[in-house]
């Protein structure tokens, strides 16, 4: 009778850890397991192409509303077959509409999903998105940026239908985002035998915006969990999508030993998977060079894109860099400075199995720096506020008070320097400074980031005021109150006239105009990066 029992325990443990992999059809839907220690079994709407059901270690992680692309196909061809590639099995799903394919791809063996998105074109609501949503019962908390987009719970909306006030902090799902340059894995988790389910994205190449644009990536909304993996969006857009591309591949990973790393995700084996748009690395090729002119204090970047893609690394300190696999194609190089743009190089031309050498430089000139405030970094470092920004809105009580601030050049610190300046919150800016003797001519320059509805700085120089700029081209997106900073980097030049400046004080102004209005944060504003006085 003990022996009998002792089978059947073990026969029970065997067949939840040694599941069935592959693929059955339940009516209209179709069942996948993946045959994983830690059992992974989901099931895909064979209409809609929507995941309805995904089952870990037994446990339900779906939420009500699907797995899905965008908010929802609606509807899809959807093809799930099994196959063999250098000997290894896989189940591969392929969903078709008129404007993309999408895949879904079990390797035996493994608790992941591999996804693949290829696009024809954009779709109608602006935003290509991933979205698992996931029972916030099961799976509350989020990595790495923990509570910051967290809005369930809420007692208060702060701004549109995505700004928040829970326990007393502003909160936004937009406060989860990474730069594409810095990603790793983003994460949703919890229970007591932890399980965390992550999207790990290997190098977006197919996306816009370039190695510093960033995106939501997971919010506890209190109905689920969501965790994203956005691929194109109008989120501060700052570059047109590219089409008749494949993204990916990507991966919903999921784990009880902790958070995995990107570091660690192949996905080479897509090569014998017959997907649209995929190409292999030995179809692909490499640019290395060295970038010169830049301090070793900064990071150095250099990106390379054209319609079709986008890629980018970080040089060494000295300078020392080597692309990831580029497709074949002729690029545009650029070297940043941190994230500010110091050069640009065209024509640089990939083929597959080549290195390209090519060097860049940067292409800023010496100047007589009178004084300088904060560092040209393409980021608002340093400046008051820029410490939290990125992880809750303005009006946070956690923020230091926007309120207009006289910064004196040699006494004052960096950080009192506002990091953005809203129209009727704290406008303006003014810096006083003592010259030894009076220049001639003289440019102050100004840059910055990121502008909101047309603002721009505009200068007076003690009692002369500098003719007011045009207005920035316009992203029709909100910007510091997402958290968000990176725009077209406009920088402002202003031309000061021989006898303006004095030996001894002397006054600058510094005031943010626009033709447009607005409430309070959403004033026109504009972020700044460095501003600078050199003849």
Same mark, same amino acid.
């Given at each position: 009778?003990?022996?009998?029992?002792?089978?059947?325990?073990?026969?029970?443990?065997? !067949?939840?850890?040694?599941?069935?992999?592959?693929?059955?059809?339940?009516?209209?839907?179709?069942?996948?397991?993946?045959?994983?220690?830690?059992?992974?079994?989901?099931?895909?709407?064979?209409?809609?192409?929507?995941?309805?059901?995904?089952?870990?270690?037994?446990?339900?992680?779906?939420?009500?509303? %699907?797995?899905?692309?965008?908010?929802?196909?609606?509807?899809?061809?959807?093809?799930?077959?099994?196959?063999?590639?250098?000997?290894?099995?896989?189940?591969?799903?392929?969903?078709?509409?008129?404007?993309?394919?999408?895949?879904?791809?079990?390797?035996?063996?493994?608790?992941?999903?591999?996804?693949?998105?290829?696009?024809?074109?954009?779709?109608?609501?602006?935003?290509?998105?991933?979205?698992?949503?996931?029972?916030?019962?099961?799976?509350?908390?989020?990595?790495?940026?923990?509570?910051?987009?967290?809005?369930?719970?809420?007692?208060?909306?702060?701004? =549109?239908?995505?700004?928040?006030?829970?326990?007393?902090?502003?909160?936004?799902?937009?406060?989860? !985002?990474?730069?594409?340059?810095?990603?790793?894995?983003?994460?949703?988790? %919890?229970?007591?035998?932890?399980?965390?389910?992550?999207?790990?994205?290997?190098?977006? /190449?197919?996306? !816009?915006?370039?190695?510093?644009?960033?995106?939501?990536?997971?919010?506890?909304?209190?109905?689920?969990?969501?965790?994203?993996?956005?691929?194109?969006?109008?989120?501060?857009?700052?570059?047109?999508?590219?089409?008749?591309?494949?993204?990916?591949?990507?991966?919903?990973?999921?784990?009880?030993?902790?958070?995995?790393?990107?570091?660690?995700?192949?996905?080479?084996?897509?090569?014998?998977?017959?997907?649209? &748009?995929?190409?292999?690395?030995?179809?692909? =090729?490499?640019?290395?060079?060295?970038?010169?002119?830049?301090?070793?204090?900064?990071?150095?970047?250099?990106?390379?894109?054209?319609?079709?893609?986008?890629?980018?690394?970080?040089?060494?300190?000295?300078?020392?860099?080597?692309?990831?696999?580029?497709?074949?194609?002729?690029?545009?190089?650029?070297?940043?400075?941190?994230?500010?743009?110091?050069?640009?190089?065209?024509?640089?031309?990939?083929?597959? &199995?080549?290195?390209?050498?090519?060097?860049?430089?940067?292409?800023?000139?010496?100047?007589?720096?009178?004084?300088?405030?904060? /560092?040209?970094?393409?980021?608002?470092?340093?400046?008051?506020?820029?410490?939290?920004?990125?992880?809750?809105?303005?009006?946070?009580?956690?923020?230091?008070?926007?309120?207009?601030?006289?910064?004196?050049?040699?006494?004052?610190?960096?950080?009192?320097?506002?990091?953005?300046?809203?129209?009727?919150?704290?406008?303006?800016?003014?810096?006083?400074?003592?010259?030894?003797?009076?220049?001639?001519?003289?440019?102050?320059?100004?840059?910055?980031?990121?502008?909101?509805?047309?603002?721009?700085?505009?200068?007076?120089?003690?009692?002369?005021?500098?003719?007011?700029?045009?207005?920035?081209?316009?992203?029709?997106?909100? &910007?510091?109150?997402?958290?968000?900073?990176?725009?077209?980097?406009?920088?402002?030049?202003?031309?000061?006239?021989?006898?303006?400046?004095?030996?001894?004080?002397?006054?600058?102004?510094?005031?943010?105009?626009?033709?447009?209005? =607005?409430?309070?944060?959403?004033?026109?504003?504009?972020?700044?990066?460095?501003? /600078?006085?050199?003849?």
């Amino acid at each position: 009778m003990m022996l009998h029992l002792l089978l059947l325990s073990v026969f029970a443990f065997a !067949s939840s850890v040694f599941a069935a992999f592959g693929f059955t059809k339940s009516g209209s839907n179709y069942v996948v397991d993946a045959g994983s220690s830690n059992s992974l079994v989901f099931t895909v709407n064979g209409a809609s192409c929507d995941i309805t059901s995904i089952k870990y270690r037994g446990t339900e992680l779906q939420a009500s509303g %699907g797995t899905q692309l965008s908010s929802g196909l609606g509807s899809a061809t959807v093809e799930v077959e099994s196959v063999t590639a250098s000997s290894v099995n896989y189940v591969k799903v392929t969903c078709t509409t008129s404007t993309l394919t999408h895949y879904m791809v079990v390797k035996e063996g493994e608790s992941n999903i591999y996804l693949a998105t290829y696009i024809k074109e954009e779709p109608s609501v602006g935003e290509l998105r991933f979205i698992a949503r996931l029972k916030s019962s099961v799976l509350p908390e989020e990595y790495p940026y923990g509570k910051v987009s967290t809005t369930s719970g809420s007692s208060a909306t702060v701004e =549109g239908s995505d700004v928040f006030v829970v326990d007393g902090e502003t909160r936004s799902k937009f406060y989860s !985002s990474t730069r594409f340059i810095d990603k790793d894995a983003q994460c949703v988790y %919890g229970g007591s035998d932890v399980i965390h389910v992550c999207v790990l994205a290997p190098h977006p /190449e197919s996306s !816009s915006g370039g190695p510093f644009f960033r995106d939501i990536e997971s919010n506890n909304a209190g109905e689920a969990t969501n965790l994203y993996w956005y691929m194109n969006s109008n989120h501060v857009q700052t570059e047109a999508y590219r089409t008749n591309v494949l993204h990916g591949p990507y991966i919903l990973t999921f784990s009880r030993s902790g958070v995995p790393k990107l570091r660690d995700a192949d996905t080479s084996f897509f090569s014998g998977l017959t997907i649209t &748009g995929y190409v292999s690395e030995s179809g692909r =090729g490499y640019v290395s060079g060295t970038a010169s002119g830049i301090s070793s204090s900064f990071q150095i970047v250099v990106h390379w894109y054209n319609s079709a893609a986008q890629y980018w690394t970080i040089a060494s300190s000295n300078g020392a860099f080597t692309s990831p696999a580029m497709k074949p194609s002729t690029y545009t190089m650029v070297l940043y400075q941190g994230e500010y743009k110091v050069a640009t190089a065209t024509g640089i031309s990939v083929s597959a &199995g080549k290195i390209t050498s090519k060097n860049i430089a940067s292409t800023e000139t010496s100047r007589n720096s009178l004084w300088k405030i904060g /560092e040209y970094d393409g980021q608002p470092t340093g400046f008051l506020n820029a410490d939290k920004f990125l992880r809750m809105h303005p009006s946070d009580s956690r923020m230091t008070a926007w309120k207009p601030v006289t910064y004196t050049i040699g006494s004052s610190s960096l950080s009192q320097f506002p990091m953005a300046l809203f129209q009727t919150v704290n406008n303006p800016v003014t810096i006083k400074f003592t010259l030894a003797s009076a220049p001639s001519a003289a440019t102050l320059r100004i840059a910055t980031t990121l502008s909101f509805s047309g603002a721009r700085p505009q200068a007076k120089v003690n009692s002369w005021t500098a003719k007011a700029p045009s207005a920035p081209t316009k992203i029709d997106s909100r &910007g510091v109150t997402r958290g968000a900073y990176r725009g077209y980097g406009e920088v402002y030049d202003v031309s000061i006239p021989s006898g303006t400046l004095v030996a001894g004080e002397n006054t600058i102004t510094i005031t943010s105009i626009s033709g447009s209005s =607005g409430s309070t944060f959403l004033n026109p504003n504009f972020i700044f990066d460095a501003v /600078e006085l050199f003849t």
